[in-house]
């Protein structure tokens, strides 16, 4: 159990609480962010906004930082948070959301048409990781043979909290109040204790594209946009809706403008993450970190 307190009430008053997730990282973008991944020491692990749509931040712009502690990942707004801690232990603080991994199989590889699953939570302020608010998303790995080639073929499967056009969460400094979305602030406000009214929750589905079997050339296929993707790696993966994804057509076929997000490697310890709506980046940097933790 992780508990954090903050005093610095003067921060807090000039916006400056970089334990609270702003309201940019959870609105996804209409057009296309195109970021970086950046991984150290297999534990550390930074996001960087390389351009948007508009080309603007040419020099790449710091955008999330995380660390890996076991198939935990703590995620911050800090630049420099750090890339190591004790072993098997938490950080003490400076982290605004958790990746973690859920269920019995936590940690083990996994068997062919196994679901490992992973939730994103935000680390609300001075409450238990454990004690959260509602995951902002949840995100299922699973693998299974391909009949052609007998080759291992991960598949992503993702439920988000939002999708819209716009945020849809406040973030409150008071720890007794957590979060809710904006459909529900004013509710919050006059009810008991603080605690909003039940209504249904607004969720986006998100699934991985299969690659096609190409008979001509004898192999796996999968179109990656703007020739981001340069190496092959069983963590490079195309997002679309859940109902685009073409996971039923006999031959995998999906229209590539449709896509959501794109992550795949690069180079050596450098990805590429490519994200628009319903992809907020923090979920997307969520679903990329998630994939690091997932063996078969």
């Not at 603007?56 to 630049?79: C, P, T």
């Amino acid at each position: 159990m992780v508990v954090r307190s903050f005093d610095d009430l003067l921060s807090l008053e000039s916006g400056d609480a970089r334990e609270f997730i702003p309201s940019e990282l959870l609105t996804p973008p209409e057009s296309w962010w195109l970021c970086r991944v950046r991984r150290a020491n297999k534990t550390h692990f930074v996001m960087e906004l390389e351009r948007n749509a508009n080309g603007s931040h040419a020099k790449a712009m710091f955008v999330l930082s995380a660390l890996r502690v076991g198939d935990d990942f703590y995620i911050s707004r800090y630049e420099g948070f750090p890339t190591t801690c004790a072993e098997g232990r938490a950080p003490a603080g400076g982290f605004c959301a958790v990746v973690r991994g859920t269920g019995a199989d936590a940690g083990s590889k996994s068997k062919a048409g196994e679901r490992r699953m992973f939730e994103l939570v935000p680390a609300a302020l001075g409450l238990p990781v454990t004690l959260s608010p509602q995951p902002l998303a949840t995100v299922s790995h699973s693998w299974f043979k391909q009949p052609n080639c007998g080759a291992e073929i991960r598949t992503v499967d993702g439920s988000i909290l939002g999708g819209g056009g716009q945020s849809l969460f406040v973030w409150d400094h008071c720890p007794a109040r957590r979060s809710w979305p904006l459909s529900q602030k004013e509710d919050a406000d006059t009810a008991a204790g603080g605690t909003p009214s039940t209504k249904v929750e607004q969720r986006t589905g998100v699934s991985s594209q299969i690659p096609r079997w190409d008979p001509g050339h004898g192999c796996l296929v999968m179109k990656f946009q703007r020739q981001r993707v340069k190496e092959s790696s069983s963590k490079n993966f195309i997002l679309f809706r859940a109902n685009e994804a073409g996971r039923g057509s006999a031959n995998g076929n999906v229209d590539p403008s449709a896509a959501v997000m794109q992550f795949g490697k690069a180079a050596e310890d450098d990805y590429a993450l490519d994200l628009r709506a319903p992809i907020a980046p923090l979920h997307a940097f969520a679903l990329a970190l998630s994939s690091f933790a997932f063996r078969v």
